[in-house]
């Protein structure tokens, strides 16, 4: 094997090692990009609670998931505060958060609805609705990360 192919098979390899990692440590970041990461991660742990108990991995408990839906609605409005640019980079936002507002307000306003349906489900504790609301709303973040996030 000759140098030059050894050193592409090596950027290969990096690069390969990088998206295993979430390509997350080669993006710069600003303090906006800081904010939104944690306020994304703050909320996934409900988020999964309620997934697993969807799916059927944990039993259903009627109060606990009254609880992580309630809190999710809130949480999950946290991360919209801190769509602002940074000098230093954007994280993981692709430009067309702030190239097409119009869109991006729009998907936003949908997943606040489909989480705000999620929720009126949880506390009314009927199980099948809650299944589908879930399914929407994890669809709703699904369609943004597809158009507005660095694909992973
Ligand atoms: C998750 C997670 C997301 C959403 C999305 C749903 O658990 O981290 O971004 O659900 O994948 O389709």
């Known amino acids: 094997m000759n140098i030059k192919t050894t050193l592409?098979?090596?950027a290969m390899a990096?690069?390969?090692m990088l998206a295993a990692c979430g390509g997350g440590a080669d993006v710069a970041k600003g303090p906006n990009s800081e904010a939104r990461t944690?306020?994304?991660k703050a909320m996934m742990p409900n988020f999964s609670s309620m997934g697993k108990m969807v799916k059927g991995e944990e039993p259903y408990?009627?109060?606990k998931f009254k609880t992580a839906a309630a809190v999710f609605a809130e949480e999950s409005k946290k991360p919209f505060e801190?769509?602002?640019q940074d000098a230093e980079g954007n994280g993981d936002a692709l430009p067309a958060v702030w190239?097409?507002?119009d869109d991006f307000k729009a998907a936003e306003d949908k997943f606040h609805a489909a989480v705000a349906v999620l929720n009126t489900?949880?506390?009314s504790g009927n199980l099948g609705e809650i299944k589908v609301a879930y399914g929407d709303a994890g669809a709703s973040c699904k369609a943004c990360h597809d158009t507005f996030r660095r694909p992973k």
């Open 121 to 123: 489900a949880a506390q």
């Open 82 to 84: 801190h769509f602002q």
């Open 61 to 63: 408990e009627v109060e």
């Open 38 to 40: 944690t306020a994304f």
């Open 8 to 10: 592409t098979i090596g």
């Open 99 to 101: 190239e097409r507002p």
């Open 14 to 16: 990096a690069t390969l």
